[in-house]
Nanobody, 124 residues
Framework: HVQLVESGGGSVQSGGSLRLSCVMSGFTHSEYCMAWFRQAPGKEREEVAAIENRGGTTYYHASVKGRFTISRDNAQNMVYLQMNDLKPEDTAMYYC??????????????????WGQGTQVTVS
């Protein structure tokens, strides 16, 4: 069955870095657009980064551009989110997601078919 399993979250001080990882299994992930979303308490889930199926083009929310980097290794079944210069407003649960949409980009959560359980990031 389909599984997306995130790891790498934690608590860091402002200006610090974290690297989130997502293991993909149970579907032909190399045909899917992959993304990272986040959701803070009381807020809607928002897409922070996306990457096309072959790892070419990437897309970033304006609030993280220049600080976060999304990447993928289809051979290793992995998607990553490198987060640098973290700010308190980055505090949220972070989710890995997969979409079969033909054109990858920044979309709302309804576009995505599969989700992980999330990993918490806290910046103080």
């Amino acid at each position: 069955h389909v599984q997306l399993v995130e790891s790498g979250g934690g608590s860091v001080q402002s200006g610090g870095s974290l690297r989130l990882s997502c293991v993909m299994s149970g579907f032909t992930h190399s045909e899917y657009c992959m993304a990272w979303f986040r959701q803070a308490p009381g807020k809607e889930r928002e897409e922070v980064a996306a990457i096309e199926n072959r790892g070419g083009t990437t897309y970033y929310h304006a609030s993280v551009k220049g600080r976060f980097t999304i990447s993928r290794d289809n051979a290793q079944n992995m998607v990553y989110l490198q987060m640098n210069d973290l700010k308190p407003e980055d505090t949220a649960m972070y989710y890995c997601a997969a979409s079969s949409v033909s054109a990858c980009g920044l979309y709302n959560a309804r576009t995505y078919n599969y989700w992980g359980q999330g990993t918490q990031v806290t910046v103080s």
